[in-house]
């Protein structure tokens, strides 16, 4: 297990050993993204952070903030819906054009809410809600790869260590989608993709990391109705008394981009920032799973895109 105080007595001396990164957050204008995207302005000496979100005019003022952070600090909105594969791929290219030749060294992918309502297709023809939370993230994994540092680093904030069976011949979960069915698969699916991403670029560490409970406000924007209503103004009040905070989690998530012992390779880690090697995933693995996966997963990138 890695304490809270461990996470906290490395990211501070990181000004010492790590003044300078570049660093690209997906997500990061709420919850746990946006604490870990408060932590990177904080601990870095010179930051420089491409923050990709729907709305610059809502974040301006989070900007504003940042800056007061780290006046030393660079940070760049660029506004993409990134639940679209198509616009994923433009936004990757201004990404290369904003960094004229430079290379990245973190990558942080958080965005996403529940599927609560059932399949909601959207215009690629895939859930928007399972589009954000799988398709999205490994597509700007895949994209943005090859712009990373030797020993870059990709964390995806999901599930790591919570994968389970899927249902093998329905991937997409066209047929047989529910809250449930969607969280498993986007966990294994995403565990393996980031396998067959390290096999690619051996250099490299992909990271999914399971966050744990936090208090950040995701089910009462992801629910509507009375659902919504009582996630948002009974569950999660209660929730947040035992519960992790926010920026706490985005320490942790900081650490992962930036302590020693996470270099290369595919990792999945749980919310105590162990690796974990969920049965399920084992299974997977030993069977061939990551291929089958990356090959699944151009299958519906090309899909998406001839829609």
């Not at 616009?87 to 060294?105: P, W």
Request: proline letters at 3%; a neutral charge.
């Amino acid at each position: 297990m890695v304490s809270l105080s461990e996470v906290r007595s490395s990211n501070a001396a990181l000004p010492r050993g790590q003044g300078t990164l570049t660093a690209v957050f997906v997500g990061a204008t709420s919850g746990i993204g946006l604490a870990t995207l408060r932590s990177y302005a904080t601990h870095i000496s010179n930051p420089t952070a491409l923050i990709i979100g729907r709305n610059r005019s809502k974040f301006a003022s989070e900007l504003g903030n940042l800056r007061s952070l780290n006046p030393a600090g660079s940070f760049t909105f660029l506004e993409a819906d990134v639940s679209l594969i198509k616009n994923i791929d433009a936004v990757c290219e201004s990404i290369k054009q904003q960094l004229s030749g430079a290379k990245v060294d973190l990558v942080y992918l958080s965005q996403g809410y529940v599927g609560f309502n059932g399949r909601e297709t959207n215009a690629e023809g895939l859930d928007n809600s399972f589009s954000l939370r799988y398709y999205g993230r490994i597509r700007f994994a895949s994209r943005l790869a090859p712009l990373l540092t030797p020993n870059g680093r990709v964390v995806s904030v999901l599930g790591g260590g919570q994968e389970g069976k899927m249902i093998e011949d329905d991937l997409d979960l066209e047929r047989n989608y529910s809250v449930g069915q969607a969280m498993v698969h986007s966990a294994t699916l995403h565990s393996l993709s980031f396998d067959q991403l390290a096999k690619q670029y051996p250099d490299k560490a992909f990271i999914h990391a399971f966050p744990g409970l936090a208090s950040t406000g995701l089910l009462g924007h992801s629910a509507t109705g009375v659902l919504g209503v009582a996630f948002k103004w009974i569950v999660e009040p209660l929730m947040s008394l035992f519960v992790a905070k926010p920026a706490d989690v985005g320490e942790r998530m900081l650490y992962y981009g930036t302590a020693p012992q996470f270099q290369r390779g595919s990792w999945t880690l749980n919310e105590k920032g162990e690796a974990k090697e969920v049965a399920a995933l084992k299974e997977y693995r030993e069977k061939g799973w990551a291929e089958k996966v990356g090959e699944f997963n151009v299958k519906m990138f090309e899909r998406a895109l001839q829609v």
